[in-house]
Nanobody, 122 residues
Framework: QVQLVESGGGSVQAGGSLRLSCAVSGFTVSRKCMGWFRQAPGKEREGVAHINLSGAYADSVRGRFTVSRENAKNTLYLQMNNLNSEDTAMYYC??????????????????WGQGTQVNVSS
């Protein structure tokens, strides 16, 4: 059974940092394209980053966020630095059925976690 469970969200002041985790069961993270997405109230879900051999990032987070995975723990991470109020959203991890990553389009990802909330206050 495929399961993705996010954790690590919370409230932080602007300029602060958080690290999100996504514990995966049912498949091996190193064999899938893994991604992070976020959705703010009233907005569409948007891609933040994905990783296969290396990470790729949305323009809005490049240079501040880092996606990584720890194969031994079958876990995906998102290190978020220099947070600002526009980063406030529910964050989701997701996996493609494929090994290969292409675009950061939510429609390309088949498996999803339940989300973890990030609130950044200015």
């Amino acid at each position: 059974q495929v399961q993705l469970v996010e954790s690590g969200g919370g409230s932080v002041q602007a300029g602060g940092s958080l690290r999100l985790s996504c514990a995966v069961s049912g498949f091996t993270v190193s064999r899938k394209c893994m991604g992070w997405f976020r959705q703010a109230p009233g907005k569409e879900r948007e891609g933040v980053a994905h990783i296969n051999l290396s990470g790729a990032y949305a323009d809005s987070v490049r240079g501040r966020f880092t996606v990584s995975r720890e194969n031994a723990k079958n876990t995906l991470y998102l290190q978020m630095n220099n947070l600002n109020s526009e980063d406030t959203a529910m964050y989701y991890c997701a996996a493609r059925a494929s090994t290969l990553c292409s675009t950061l389009s939510p429609e390309q990802f088949a498996y999803w976690g339940q989300g973890t909330q990030v609130n950044v206050s200015s």
